[in-house]
């Protein structure tokens, strides 16, 4: 988990541009950063930190060259220290190279390069590549060679590149983990994301896996490991890089917060028709399933569990899995449509249980925000949620969006005929957001609460993956103990933690029969003193048994969860925010996580 | 030297279109399906600014959340005015965020793009140390009256008594630099910094440049003023959607049922839907995702965000917030009345209702004309509401 930048043909410039590109980068790692610069020699600087704590070593020195690399971590191998930040060397300094991923093999070739005489500088894996190119050199292969035949050795998932002395060429490869050059007249860049260089071009070729690239100031090459050509094609970005400014917030996560009526509006756009009461997919073909297995990590997880409710309620059998489960323990899929969930396209977990989902026969659909990202490109079908990028750390608007789209999905597929009262519900729901974003006391709710030692939400149905939620954003920027529970379970166990200095948060929206068995729970945690929250649209009596409510208006129980979660979204930022966290970039997090 | 940094501002509420700003600055009222302020983007955007600084004070999530952190490929920073004391300390808020001299514009007006075009062209040719737009106006007693000698300013003085002035400030300005010191030396007069203040002593030291323009100028002052403000949109055609056929505009994204008839001038905005047998305009306005029934009608209304307007009712001369919801067989038949607006009544106003933000009507719900609703009130079927109703107030039969 990690980014990379590369660039060639910017001359002087060349250093700017790395260390812009990494900055653009820091939401995929920020423990360490480095930059590797090639012509005539090979000028390295590096250091544990942020991309400021790089910017101030580079201070000191400026590296030149015509041609550079360069990379910001997010720990797997080895403590966040200057020796294992990236780039890695070889044992004269004459290679460096920038990785992201996992190599598996590494121990092992790690005890073969040392028995041979290497010597390694940090405990990470990827400071094997660069002495099996040494190996190489000095075997007299050419600088392309010698690349392709030490990453022919590796196994794993990968993103490399390479730079060395004397050679004004970028190597680079992947496999499993994203990788794309960017194309401009007179210079080509590479990078994890395309953010990284969407400042000086708006051309883009995805790499795929198992391809390998060269780029020069004259123009790049792309063939496979082999060295056969392949035939790639240019695509032209079409968001706008400034997207990436915090219009005049202090943090993305508030500003992506409040865009989560435009998102909505974007999701639904061109897809819902209330006059007739249908969805339009067509792009998806003919889906029809017969049952659907969801797939996804963290945030996502939490929509895949909403989303295999609304399955369900229309007839078809759906489970939700964490995706790091599903690959290593896949349950029988028999005809199951599997559907990915992931923001990012990259998260490796996912992939993985969709691969092994492919591997066994079953269609695979990607639910992503990312156009191009490789669960896009790897599954039989995909759909975006169209949020527009989310750089804050903690999810929010994408969580929003990524529900929208389940649910034209979920209309779209089990085609129950009139489904114009949903719609009419979905299309409500960006007016709903922005009624809680203009009225939310949440900051006070906050202010009362954030010397608490644990925060507890409950919820149920449709409103249980809402308390998940509602926890886990806690946890991510307050790094406070949250957990989220379904209301029911409460009192087989949890209920031990309950205290007077633990606020229990309760979603209860409509006045059914679930909604009365929630406020049945209520009573039982208010019975032991713990203050209670309640995000309620007030149908129910809850507010009877709570010291505080964060009211939500009046929805279609199917999108209840989307308005109740913005309030717990505003709780934990504000919270956050009155500890004084680093809300953006939460400690020990990245926001896509390309390692499983 | 060359003016391409251009200040924008859109701190003020505008008291007196209340209650539709209740959760957003005037700037972020309807023009027609779009934000006033939208308009002023255009304006700059089009007469070559290519930085865009806008002050925002009130409510000011509802401007960046708009625009986020560009507009038109335009980069858009913005600064905050923690409290609202006068235009000139507002300008003063965008001094680190501003290099070069400013050109600057009141967010919440609509102008064109040849004004801003003439001030900077006056500024550049001339190198005066302000230069302003001024125009010809027949309600110069309304607005800040100026005298021009040889186009050079001898007088500004805002909101003048007697008749004789002529010439208005057009609120477009390009200033040197050193405006911000001017500023920061001018004396607040009851704790505000007015602009024009600073500019009437710099007149009487410097040349103050008066630029004369035409065009289109159109300022809201009360609620009703947005169906003018509409009518002269629609009429100038500055709407950013396709034009189906003339004087009907219709965003690629709406729907319109093949049984429901347009009635030109009528701009329907993204994602809006329009059912069977509706009849929508002449001068009306749908912004972003409004949803109109089967059978209704609408005319000579702005319809903004989110509205929802059930089967079968009527809606005349009416402007709505965002988010309101009407239900079938509503009627605002329209027409005039006397409007109370805080202490001063303004009699034979045309206005069928002001429903602002997240109103809800149930069903059958009658509006005499002239009834102002807060937001977030709810009436309940079959009520019939006249004059003010305040917010979130509950309106029985």
Known sequence: MCGIIGCAGRESETLDVLVHGLSKLEYRGYDSAGVALAGEGLDVCKTAGEIDDLRAALEERSPSGSVGIGHTRWSTHGPPTDENAHPHLDCNREVAVVHNGIIENYQELRDELSTAGHEFRSDTDTEVVPHLIEDELADGADPEDAVRQAIARLDGSYAVSVVMSGVDRIFAARNDSPLVLGIDSDAYYLASDVPAFRDHTDRVVYLDDGEFAVLDADGYRVTTLDGEPVEKTEDTVDWDPEETGKSGYDHFMLKEIHEQPRALRQCFRGRVDELSGTVDLADLGDLSPRGVQLVACGTSYHAAVYAAQLFQQAGIPAQAFLASEYATSPPPIGDALVIGVTQSGETADTLSALREARKRGARTLAVTNTVGSTVARECDHAMYIRAGPEIGVAATKTFSSQIAALNLLALAITSVGDAREVISGLRDLPGAVQEILDTSTAQEIAETYRDAESYFFIGRGLHYPVALEGALKMKEITYKHAEGFAAGELKHGPLALVTSDTPVFAVVTGDDEMATKTVGNVKEVEARDAPVVAVTDGASDVERYADHVLEVPDTHRRVAAVVANVQLQLVAYHTADMLGRSIDKPRNLAKSVTVE | ?397
């Not at chain 2, 308009?39 to 999530?61: I, N, R, S, T, W």
């Open chain 2, 1 to 397: 030297m060359s003016v391409s940094t251009a200040v924008v501002l859109a701190a003020g509420e505008g008291t007196r279109l209340r209650p539709l700003t209740r959760n957003r600055p005037k700037p972020m009222l309807p023009a027609a399906n779009r934000p006033i302020l939208e308009h002023v983007f255009d304006a700059l955007v089009d007469a070559g600014m290519d930085e865009l600084v806008c002050v925002v004070g009130y409510k000011h999530d509802r401007v960046q959340d708009h625009f986020g952190p560009s507009y038109r490929d335009v980069p858009v920073q913005y600064v905050r005015q923690h409290k609202q004391l006068g235009s000139g300390h507002a300008l003063l808020q965008a001094r680190a965020a501003v290099d070069g001299p400013p050109l600057v514009v009141n967010g919440d007006r609509l102008i064109e793009s040849s004004m801003v075009e003439a001030v900077a062209e006056g500024f550049e040719r001339h190198d005066p140390s302000a230069a302003l737009a001024v125009m010809e106006h027949p309600d110069a007693g309304q607005y800040g009256a100026v005298v021009l000698e040889n186009d050079e300013l001898t007088e500004i003085i805002e909101k003048p008594t007697t008749g004789e002035y002529r010439l208005i400030n057009a609120g477009i300005y390009a200033f040197d630099a050193s405006i911000f010191d001017e500023i920061a030396d001018t004396p607040r007069s009851a704790g505000e910094l007015a602009l024009t203040d600073t500019i009437a002593r710099l007149a009487e030291r410097e040349q103050v440049r008066g630029v004369r323009c035409e065009g289109m100028w159109v300022d809201a002052t009360y609620p009703w003023d947005l169906l003018t403000v509409a009518r002269t949109v629609l009429a100038r055609g500055k709407v950013d959607v396709t034009e189906r056929e003339e004087g009907v505009w219709i965003h690629d994204e709406a729907r319109v049922h093949d049984a429901a008839t347009l009635r030109p001038p009528v701009v329907v905005g993204p994602d809006s839907e329009i059912g069977p047998g509706a009849v929508v305009g002449p001068d009306a306005a749908l912004g972003y995702n409004v949803t109109v029934g089967a059978n209704v009608t609408v005319e000579r209304t702005v319809l903004d965000a989110d509205a929802r307007v059930d089967a079968g009712s009527v809606l005349v001369d009416t402007v709505t917030g965002q988010d309101v919801d009407v239900g079938a067989g509503s009627v605002v038949p329209g027409g005039q009345a006397d409007v109370r607006v805080g202490n001063e009544v303004f009699e034979d106003q045309r206005l069928g209702a002001v429903l602002a933000d997240r109103v809800t009507a149930e069903g059958d719900v009658s509006f005499d004309p002239g009834t102002l609703v807060g937001p977030s009130a709810h009436l309940h079927t079959g009520a019939h509401a006249r004059g003010q109703i305040p917010d979130g107030a509950e309106v029985m039969r």
